[in-house]
């Protein structure tokens, strides 16, 4: 996803009261990684010299109640954003693209395994559980 100034190929309006574009290609990007279950990681990319880049978020597909294979889950949150909508639009509306890297799992087992071995590890600052120790959602990480 890119914020609403951006200019390129392959783009097209998010959905309805959603910020910014997303690309029109992300099926193609993701090939066959669409059809599975696993896990996948958002960053945050600063696109001007002031802005770092952050991993801000980590998910899976198949640990919900209603499995759901990766590429529909990606274009979810590209196209509506989700239960991250205020963040992911807030990022964008303040010049940030949002980059999405997947991981596949062979089974619900590997997946919550792997979700809960980054969380454990790392901290996402979109996340509220474990999330390396740090109890708490951050908004504010992105100046």
């Excluded at 770092?52 to 499995?67: L, N, Q």
């Excluded at 087992?109 to 109890?135: C, H, M, P, T, V």
């Amino acid at each position: 996803m890119v914020p609403p100034d951006s200019n390129g190929r392959n783009l097209e309006p998010r959905g309805p009261g959603q910020v910014g574009y997303m690309s029109s290609r992300i099926e193609d990007a993701l090939g066959n990684l669409t059809e599975l279950c696993g896990i996948y990681e958002w960053r945050a990319k600063g696109t001007r010299p002031d802005q770092p880049s952050y991993i801000v978020y980590v998910g899976s597909t198949c640990v919900r109640r209603k499995p759901q294979k990766l590429g529909g889950r990606i274009i979810r949150y590209c196209k509506y954003g989700n239960h991250k909508e205020d963040l992911i639009n807030e990022a964008l509306a303040r010049g940030y693209e949002l980059w999405v890297r997947v991981k596949p799992a062979s089974s619900e087992r590997e997946a919550q395994g792997l979700e809960n071995a980054l969380l454990r590890d790392y901290d996402y600052a979109w996340n509220k559980r474990q999330n390396g120790g740090d109890d708490g959602l951050r908004l504010d990480i992105l100046p």
